[in-house]
């Protein structure tokens, strides 16, 4: 039994409990996983709760006999086709919209970085005037 800083065990018992449960059930689904033919080279990080593959290599594809290619088989795959040429357009539309974006931004870009140079040359005129000024050296176009 676990107890407190205050020496009361009140509360505890049910997290005791709760940890042995859980304790138990990692030691199941570790019995089970040892029980399926994993690769060995296979992290256990990449094993899901069923003991499947989460990450890695997609399944391989395993060709279905003509006898099973019905109707429903062809509709499946004229509806799957469809949809995977849809993705293909929709991402096609995406990064041109993207690479569209991207050149206005660069031509964007490129005008600011031109006024910044306007501005600071400006500026360093700005500020020589100043300095002269301070230091009495200036002599204004009008005062000739």
């Not at 290599?57 to 509806?79: A, L, S, T, V, W």
């Not at 050149?103 to 140079?117: D, G, T």
Request: hydrophobic content about 25%; proline content about 1%; glycine content about 6%.
């Amino acid at each position: 039994m676990f107890f407190s800083s205050n020496g009361s065990s009140k509360g505890n018992e049910s997290q005791y409990s709760s940890q042995q449960t859980l304790d138990q059930s990692l030691n199941l689904s570790q019995s089970s996983l040892d029980d399926q033919d994993c690769d060995d080279d296979l992290d256990s990080s990449m094993l899901g709760e069923n003991g499947k593959r989460i990450l890695g290599h997609r399944n391989q594809k395993r060709p279905i006999p003509n006898e099973q290619k019905d109707g429903k088989y062809f509709e499946r795959r004229r509806r799957n086709n469809l949809a995977a040429k849809k993705s293909r357009d929709a991402r096609k539309t995406r990064e041109d919209q993207l690479a569209m974006r991207v050149a206005h931004l660069e031509k964007e870009n490129a005008i600011f970085r031109a006024q910044v140079a306007i501005y600071r040359e400006e500026m360093s005129v700005l500020q020589l005037i100043l300095c002269q000024k301070a230091n009495g050296n200036f002599k204004s176009e009008t005062n000739g």
